[in-house]
């Protein structure tokens, strides 16, 4: 067949890129850009790769800055204990997402469209404005994070790295113009290049494995001991993140899916097995850091290493291998790179879905860009290199307390039989949805009335 008409036939038709009732879309420049085969051999499995991607762009975000500082600080006071904190919270996100990508396939809106048309004005303000001081943290994590990499492996000064930093939003708009596609296979090779660092981080460490089993199991010192709380919100904040929601959401429309009931469920079950699969990935990533600290410097009694420099300049002499902190640095350096790409689009679909301000692409690139960098840059110079982990840690536990902000809309939706039909998310993983918000309510509280009682 002849590469033009094949061409022809991949491209998706313009009339299944026309939203309905003449509403906008979700990120434009890739809406149902994605064509899901239809005939050929091993057509499932070619079906299931179509739908592979968005979640690897979500997952990124589970394995930003602001893990490692809350994994390392985890880690390092208390070994072990904490990585029930991150099982847990993965299995929150899995869940999470799998509801996100149901909302997203189901009504062909991502959540912030959604917010704006089915909440009352006022309600609908207070959440764009918690959806942009939840990206603001995201971005200040992943700014300061890359910048610190940029500083540990290059020399360059923070202020300068934030700036750099900065410019991955030229990245987005060449890569959103080949396609999503190209852009998601730049993820994917960032997060298997972060993994096998990783690996190697570990084995090196060589933690005691049966220690390490018995730390996925809970331990009721997380809710007694006020310390252990508050990074354990860090590491919710960090796992569970608000904007991954508003991201997953759209993304899943970048596939041209049938718009009848089959094949949405269809979709659904393949966005689910994607979802799912990446986030196991970015549990073991998680996993990985928390043991390396736990095994390098809590092992040793360094249970004071809170900044990811500090780790990086002990991790060498402590482990007696000279690459072990250059592999820390450059797989911090592609983790920071990840999430920023991926919170810029997040930005853009906040902006665009709460206040459908339709601007030129690189206009709204560099808004979006310019409402993280201006707390970015002036963290950085007021702070330099000092307490950069100790404001990475409060990133995320602002993360934790928007959580809450985002997840009863998603939940709302997700459960709303009168609009979603047959596909209204199941009764079993609406009670274990309202029980995971549940769960981050009263964490949140909890942790709010330490800080005014202490």
């Known amino acids: 067949m002849p590469l033009a008409k094949r061409a022809a036939m991949l491209k998706p038709d313009p009339a299944e890129r026309v939203p309905a009732a003449g509403l906008p879309v979700s990120l434009p420049e890739v809406y149902r850009s994605v064509r899901i085969p239809t005939a050929g051999k091993f057509l499932f499995l070619r079906r299931l790769l179509a739908f592979v991607g968005p979640g690897y762009l979500v997952a990124v975000g589970y394995m930003d800055p602001g893990n490692w500082a809350t994994a390392l600080a985890g ?41 704006r048309d089915r909440f009352p004005k006022p309600v609908a303000w207070v959440l764009w404005i918690m959806a942009e001081v939840a990206i603001c943290a995201t971005d200040l994590a992943e700014l300061i994070g890359t910048a610190i990499a940029l500083n540990l492996l290059f020399d360059i000064p923070l202020l300068a790295g934030v700036v750099i930093t900065a410019l991955d939003a030229l990245l987005i708009l060449w890569l959103q113009g080949k396609g999503v596609r190209w852009l998601e296979a730049l993820v994917f090779g960032f997060i298997i290049l972060i993994a096998c660092s990783f690996t190697v981080q570990v084995l090196l460490s060589a933690p005691v494995w049966g220690d390490v089993l018995r730390g996925y199991l809970p331990s009721s010192s997380i809710v007694m001991n006020q310390t252990q709380l508050y990074i354990a919100m860090g590491i919710l904040g960090a796992t569970v993140m608000p904007h991954n929601l508003y991201l997953h959401t759209a993304l899943v429309q970048s596939r041209a899916f ?58 060498s002499p402590m482990l007696g291998v000279a690459g072990a902190a250059t592999l820390f640095g450059i797989a911090l350096l592609l983790c920071g790179l990840n999430s920023s790409v991926t919170a810029t689009l997040a930005g853009q679909i906040v902006m665009e879905g709460f206040l459908r301000i339709r601007l030129p692409p690189v206009v709204r690139r560099l808004v979006t860009r310019l409402i993280a960098i201006v707390p970015a840059v002036i963290v950085t110079w007021l702070y330099g290199e000092k307490g950069t982990g100790q404001l990475l840690i409060l990133s995320q536990v602002v993360l934790s307390l928007q959580l809450p902000f985002a997840v009863v809309p998603l939940l709302l939706f997700a459960t709303d039989k009168k609009r979603l039909g047959a596909l209204v998310a199941p009764r079993w993983q609406a009670c274990l949805g309202w029980s995971a918000a549940a769960l981050i309510v009263a964490l949140n509280l909890k942790l709010l009335t330490d800080f005014v009682f202490s």
């Open 258 to 315: 049938g718009q009848d009931e089959s094949s949405k469920k269809e979709a659904m079950r393949f966005a689910c097995i994607d979802s799912t699969v990446a986030l196991c990935l970015a549990l073991l990533v998680n996993s990985a850091i928390l043991i390396t600290a736990a095994a390098v410097f809590h092992v040793a009694g360094r249970t004071d290493v809170t900044e990811i420099d500090q780790a990086y300049h002990l991790l």
């Open 75 to 115: 880690g390092s006071a208390f070994g072990y204990t904490l990585l029930s904190v991150a099982l847990l919270s993965s299995l929150m996100a899995m869940l999470l997402q799998a509801l996100c990508a149901r909302v997203g396939i189901a009504t062909g809106r991502d959540l912030a469209q959604l917010c």
